[in-house]
């Protein structure tokens, strides 16, 4: 039921994200922003992967579906917290108020971090069942660290998830020459360290006010 719930809100406010963007198109008459949608789509591929991986656990699937389905998970988590770079878009425009775009921008930036958090959420109920809370606590903080860097190559450098498919090569050879050579990528350390750190303070204020309530609901109990 919390399940059900929980993709009945998160679609809810995707619809939401969405009927901005139609307004604005309406509006404006450009179809400029209109990339916000295909990252969006790209946010919500982590979730439904958290979501059918717990499914296959409960079936009792085979360690190669959990294993893909976990790989799939991880390739595109970075895309959920990407949203948050659209910010760069923003400026004013004449066929548009700045502030609508602001609105416009941070519905679709928040519905990429539900939508990445919860997916984390799931996650950590599948690893409880084989890993310690300590090295799940290890892996999140992991996690947030790659995912930084994650969103400084979707960015900057343009690469996309499916380039560890397609492009590997390239993709490779730009991540071992930026990790050897810091000093001369100053840019990718200060969007790594400081994405990294904002997932992982925010990740951590969302677990903690979760845990308060639940505290909260069996005291009452």
Request: hydrophobic letters at 50%.
């Amino acid at each position: 039921m919390m399940k059900s719930n929980l993709i009945k809100s998160l679609t809810i406010s995707t619809a939401l994200s969405v009927f901005l963007l139609f307004f604005r198109v309406q509006w404006s008459g450009t179809l400029f922003y209109a990339f916000l949608v295909w990252n969006l789509f790209l946010a919500w591929i982590p979730f439904i992967c958290s979501i059918f991986l717990q499914e296959a656990k409960q079936k009792q699937q085979t360690s190669v579906v959990l294993l893909f389905l976990f790989a799939c998970w991880l390739l595109f988590f970075p895309n959920s917290p990407y949203i948050l770079t659209d910010l760069f878009h923003l400026k004013v425009r004449h066929d548009i108020p700045l502030w609508f775009d602001l609105i416009l921008i941070l519905s679709f930036a928040w519905n990429g971090l539900l939508l990445g958090f919860s997916s984390l959420l799931n996650i950590q109920q599948f690893l409880k069942h084989y890993f310690s809370k300590s090295t799940i606590h290890i892996f999140v903080f992991t996690l947030f660290v790659l995912c930084g860097f994650g969103i400084y190559l979707g960015r900057y450098p343009r690469f996309n998830s499916w380039d560890v498919v397609t492009n590997p090569i390239a993709l490779f050879t730009d991540i071992i020459s930026m990790v050897t050579h810091p000093l001369k990528n100053t840019r990718m350390v200060g969007v790594t360290v400081f994405f990294s750190v904002f997932l992982i303070v925010s990740y951590s204020t969302l677990t903690s006010l979760i845990h308060h309530h639940k505290n909260e609901e069996q005291e009452r109990e």
